[in-house]
């Protein structure tokens, strides 16, 4: 495990922010953080990093006391943007952050080859996109070669295009083995680029799976005449308007059964929950 933690609580006045939160992320996956605005993603990871200190409960961050210097060297994160100057190039300013760091030069140029601004590493910071500006981030994040990159909310404040940059970036890092830990709010992204989730809502973790076990159980859609006969015939079935619902059936046995008793089937395919139905059922948020 890169990181576990246990009950990890922390309390602003009488308000658990982070509430009883056990979670854990293994090494080579992106895991994705995902919750409502204010659900505590942001205070879990700044936890994770020893910006803020819990409450009660504990955090291992690759087998150290988070925010311990061993643990720190190893991590690179990427958390309310990192300091830039405006009139260095993007390739100075990672030179700033590598010294600061005790990171080799060289590095440099091999974050900026991973987050694809070579290119454009001469120009100075000030005249970037906000999508180079953030991976120009993840690229100081990068200086170290860390064992776990965290990224909070990596895609906010993006333009789609610049977005749909940023889940190519994490994809292209997991796919040479960098374990990534990102927060988002937002479903979709979490759903296409990440391995296991953890759900927060409230401070709670309310669940932590792969995408497809948080969607559960497939349910097939059964589309058949006349439908009455075929809801009779179905056992377990569900009748939603002009529709079947069947859940965990043997789809052969299903049309065959169907076929044989003359009920025409006009169409069966499996009806899969989004991850955004599962999430609104478990937040309740809206
Ligand atoms: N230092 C603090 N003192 C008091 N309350 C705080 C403090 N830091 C955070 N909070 C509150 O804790 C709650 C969770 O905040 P947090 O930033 O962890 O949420 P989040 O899930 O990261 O949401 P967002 O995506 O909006 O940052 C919020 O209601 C916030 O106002």
Redo the contacts with the bound molecule.
Sequence with gaps: MIVTTEKLTKR?GDRA?VDGVSLSVRRGEVYGFL?P????????IRMLLGLVKPTSGTARVLGEAPGTPKALLRVGSLIEGPGFYPYLSGRDNLRVHAARRGVRAEQVETALEQVDLLGAAGEKFRRYSLGMKQRLGVAAALLGRPELLVLD?PTNGLDPAGMADMRELVRALAAQGQTVLL?S?LLGEVEEICDRVGVIANGKLVAESTVDQLRGDTVLLVRADPIEKAHVLVEGSELHGDVLHVREADTGALVRTLVHADVDVLEVRPLRRTLEEVFFEMTGAA
């Design positions: 602003y922010v919750g605005n204010g659900a505590g993603k942001t205070t879990t909310e927060s709010h």
